[in-house]
């Protein structure tokens, strides 16, 4: 009988009443031996063990779990039992962004995942991630299935443990497949062969990302027919240059440590902020991605669509760098802040294929002039009748 264990299936050891007809001879797991055992099991008696006869392989895997009705029971109302269990999303980079991102889009029942790492995680890692100091060591394409799974048992999971920039047939294949698709990865090449292929088939693509130290971060949702990351890069307000180095080889390989820097160089430049301070960027990231998933479906989130609208967000946590000559968070008045996104809207570039160039930041009401960045070569001035201020060199 053991080798219905080769299904690989986790069979949890409870046990289940059966009300029957009369005696039937069913194959149960004895939890107290670890084996499965053929037993005549009376009517209205429940076996001494978990019934497993004539059930599907999922049924298998997911006996003595809640049942989704259950599991998801605090989410009626926002979004309904089984709306996103055929919703499938690709995260790309399974960080500290794509991690968290990951367990929340479980939370919310989505039924579908594709997720791209070619890493192990570290035990720097473990403070800004959402798995733990038991997951060191592992891949993180295994430790994020389990937190998936941990979270939503009737999710599917399909892992790719390789570098997107290695495998682009793949990353191709799986953003074809997806509904939606999240960016966590560290580097613009890795951006700009996604982005590509978004534009190519069509799909929403949301990219995420920390400045320095995280004293801020910001977010880019790319829509079909709409501005491209290329555009994005193109714009005086995404700075690359203050981009956060979690590690000496995502330095390496976004250009912002050289190969022939010393060690002790290295050590230097990278700078990480705290899990709180990503927090608002993933969960902002993760609200994108349910809005656009739920579209369609009449959920409570649905009226998020009509909020929900820019095409580029930007947080600051701290009056630091590139958010020093933003107002003081008591103070502020009209002035931009910390703690509070700004939306943006951008405009068609003339020289990209498919995107425009330029911007609008909204926050919701008519801003004045500011330095919207402590930086010499971005002016902001009152928007043309838009409601927001104007992003320009």
């Not at 555009?231 to 995404?238: D, K, N, P």
């Not at 160089?265 to 608002?280: F, H, N, R, T, V």
């Not at 902002?284 to 409570?300: D, I, P």
């Not at 931009?336 to 330029?358: E, H, M, N, Q, S």
Request: charged share 25%; with cysteine.
């Amino acid at each position: 009988m053991k080798d219905l264990k080769a299904l690989g299936e986790i069979v949890h050891k409870q046990s289940y009443e059966r009300e029957t007809g009369g005696t039937m001879m069913d194959l149960v797991f004895n939890p107290e031996t670890g084996e499965f055992e053929q037993q005549n099991v009376a009517a209205g008696e429940p076996p001494s063990g978990m019934v497993v006869t004539e059930m599907t392989k999922e049924g298998f895997a997911n006996a003595g779990h809640p049942s989704r009705a259950e599991l998801y029971s605090r989410s009626a109302g926002l979004i309904e039992n089984g709306a996103l269990a055929n919703k499938r999303a690709f995260i790309i980079g399974l960080g500290s962004f794509g991690g968290t991102i990951a367990e929340e889009l479980a939370k919310a029942a989505v039924g579908e995942f594709a997720i791209m790492d070619f890493d192990r995680l570290e035990t720097h890692n473990v403070v800004r991630h959402a798995c733990s100091l038991k997951d060191v060591g592992r891949y993180k394409t295994d430790a994020v299935e389990e937190l998936i799974l941990g979270k939503n048992p009737y999710a599917h999971v399909d892992k790719f443990c390789l570098n997107v920039m290695d495998d682009p047939a793949a990353t191709e294949r799986e953003i074809d497949r997806a509904d939606i698709v999240l960016v966590a990865t560290d580097n613009n090449a890795s951006r700009f062969l996604i982005n590509d292929l978004l534009v190519k088939h069509r799909k929403v693509g949301i990219y995420g990302r920390a400045n320095t130290r995280a004293e801020g971060g910001d977010v880019f949702v790319q829509r079909p027919d709409g501005p491209c990351y290329t555009c994005l890069v193109g714009m005086s307000a995404f700075d690359q240059v203050a981009e956060e180095v979690s590690s000496q080889e995502a330095g390496l390989r976004s250009g912002h440590i050289a190969a022939y820097t010393a060690p002790e160089d290295a050590a230097a430049i990278i700078q990480i902020g705290l899990a709180s301070d990503i927090a608002p960027i993933t969960n902002l990231m993760v609200k994108l991605a349910l809005v656009e998933l739920a579209r369609g479906t009449n959920s409570g989130i649905s009226g998020l669509e009509g909020e929900l609208v820019y095409d580029y967000w930007m947080w600051a946590n701290r009056r630091e760098r590139r958010f020093r000559n933003w107002a003081s968070f008591d103070k502020a008045g009209t002035l931009p802040t910390i703690l509070r996104w700004y939306g943006a809207r951008i405009r068609k570039k003339p020289d990209c294929a498919l995107c425009g160039r330029g911007g609008a930041l909204d926050s919701g009401e008519p801003l004045p002039r500011f330095d919207f960045q402590g930086m010499a070569d971005v002016d902001l001035a009152l928007d043309d009748g838009e409601g927001g201020i104007s992003v320009g060199e």
